[in-house]
């Protein structure tokens, strides 16, 4: 039996309704789609324990912003890029106190860097009360891999945030997709946490408000498809019979797009300044590449 992965609540969504009928309406998830800075987004709220069953996804919100317009060198956007993340990560955050944002992942695989990165990007302010009162206190933590530091992700952070006591957690880390169209062109933003590895099989510990007592806000990008579900696509492009995929070698393989060092490194500064002007709402991106040069 094929395995379909993804960590996007949106394509679970559709995953549901291409196995439900496109006219079956799911009573315990809203969807809509909206627009913002000309980017397309997908709003799918989980409402219950209806719709966490049928997605396999926790209740809450997720937002899946449309940036494929990255890659066609759109007029200004990489700037309403990072705008467009700040506007929907703000409004899932606390209006005050000290945040904790973790960037998640191995910076040694590129297509599992994007976190770490992200952390180049990050305005971090706590060390600068004193002379940077009008600042929000922001902490930035590279959690690294069970497998180089013998520590979960979620113990690194617990362990952080007893000492700095924040009012949010911010985790930032790759993902996996159904669709080859959404690697490296979809940025989601929950307010649900997250299971690091998810995507994969490779399930870690949780990062939500169970486990850390304060709001986690999860922000993502799918870096990977495993070879099953691509090969799944590629044939019903092709009018292929999809029945050979569980013959077919390559299980627990995945890929990634091609260019994925440059995309991986764009997208790890659109989300590091996006998050910047969530948490600092009175900069400007020209004040933050200042700062941050």
């Not at 060390?127 to 992700?153: D, I, M, N, Y």
Request: aromatic letters at 4%.
């Amino acid at each position: 039996m094929l395995t379909i992965r993804t960590d996007l609540a949106m394509e679970a969504h559709q995953l549901w309704r291409e196995k439900a009928g496109e006219t079956t309406r799911l009573s315990g998830v809203a969807a809509r789609d909206e627009e913002l800075y000309g980017f397309p987004v997908s709003r799918v709220e989980i409402l219950n324990q209806e719709g966490e069953t049928a997605l396999g996804k926790p209740r809450g919100t997720y937002l899946t912003l449309d940036v494929s317009a990255l890659w066609r060198r759109e007029e200004e956007v990489f700037a309403r890029a990072v705008r467009a993340v700040a506007e929907l990560v703000g409004p899932l955050l606390p209006e005050r106190g000290p945040v904790l944002a973790a960037g998640l992942g191995n910076p040694a695989m590129t297509a599992d860097a994007l976190g770490p990165r992200m952390l180049d990007h990050l305005l971090v302010t706590r060390h600068l009360q004193e002379v940077l009162p009008g600042f929000r206190s922001v902490s930035g933590l590279g959690a690294g891999v069970l497998g180089s530091t013998g520590l979960e992700a979620a113990e690194w952070i617990r362990g952080a945030a007893d000492h700095v006591k924040p009012a949010a957690v911010v985790v930032v880390d790759a993902l996996a997709a159904r669709s080859l169209d959404r690697l490296c062109s979809s940025i989601q933003i929950s307010d649900t946490g997250l299971i690091p590895g998810s995507g994969v099989g490779n399930h870690r510990m949780a990062l939500n408000r169970t486990g850390l007592g304060v709001p986690v806000v999860s922000i993502g990008v799918p870096t990977v498809v495993s070879v099953e579900t691509a090969a799944k696509d590629l044939l019903a492009q092709a009018g292929g019979d999809e029945e050979k995929i569980p013959r077919l070698q390559g299980r627990g393989l995945f890929v990634t797009p091609d260019s994925i060092d440059a995309k991986v490194r764009e997208l790890a500064k659109v989300l590091g300044y996006g998050l910047d002007m969530a948490l600092q709402p009175g900069l400007e991106l020209e004040e933050l590449e200042g700062l941050l040069a």
